[in-house]
T-cell receptor, first 118, second 114 residues
């Protein structure tokens, strides 16, 4: 089955700096890669996702890059703010491109505790 | 639009008892997945239901079971509770049709087994 490795496990940055979290996956059939942010006492919140037919996707201060050949994908947060402090999870799954039904099984990385110091 | 609702938020049970957790997905979503989150094992997939059918199951013992109703609401049941079942149980709902695969999580049910 799929295995997702995530690094680093903890990341500490100063406000305004950039933060990068990296994940690798094992199953070449995986084609959908979401990132989740989890704050204390809350469920994971989807912040950005990417499909395997795209190399990069950006949403304001957040971007995700995907290298299918190397089977790794990364989350980039620029101009970090204290409210970005949380646990971030990457995940991988297979989803059809069109038609049919996608499957809900997500395989998660172990998580990265991001701390942004004011 | 209401999000994913999980009830109850907190539960304390004794070893050997059984427990039922409930999840109401986002309106219109047909897929409900369940995950167990622990500090040691992280987020692990339990099972997924789509149109009242279990489509996928993770590597958990048969004590963990679930079901989905015709209105897409789902329940999961854990029988003969063990101390190691203490965890945050998360439910995620998804439209699960074609490329609409985004999964949205509820706040979870914190289960403590004593």
């Amino acid at each position: 089955g799929e295995n997702v490795e995530q690094h680093p496990s903890t990341l500490s940055v100063q406000e305004g700096d950039s933060a990068v979290i990296k994940c690798t996956y094992s199953d070449s059939a995986s084609n959908y890669f979401p990132w989740y942010k989890q704050e204390l006492g809350k469920g994971p919140q989807l912040i950005i996702d990417i499909r395997s037919n795209v190399g990069e996707k950006k949403d304001q201060r957040i971007a995700v890059t995907l290298n299918k050949t190397a089977k790794h994908f990364s989350l980039h947060i620029t101009e970090t703010q204290p409210e970005d402090s949380a646990v971030y999870f990457c995940a991988a799954s297979f989803a059809p491109d069109a038609g049919g039904t996608s499957y809900g099984k997500l395989t998660f990385g172990q998580g990265t505790i991001l701390t942004v110091h004011p | 639009k209401a999000g994913v609702t999980q009830t109850p938020r907190y539960l304390i049970k004794t070893r050997g008892q059984q427990v039922t957790l409930s999840c109401s997905p986002i309106s219109g979503h047909r897929s409900v997945s369940w995950y167990q989150q622990t500090p040691g094992q992280g987020l692990q997939f339990l099972f997924e239901y789509f149109s009242e059918t279990q489509r996928n199951k993770g590597n958990f013992p048969g004590r963990f079971s679930g079901r989905q109703f015709s209105n897409s609401r789902s329940e999961m049941n854990v029988s003969t509770l063990e101390l190691g079942d203490s965890a945050l149980y998360l439910c995620a709902s998804s439209l699960a049709v074609g490329a609409s695969t985004e999964a949205f999580f509820g706040q979870g049910t914190r289960l403590t087994v004593v």
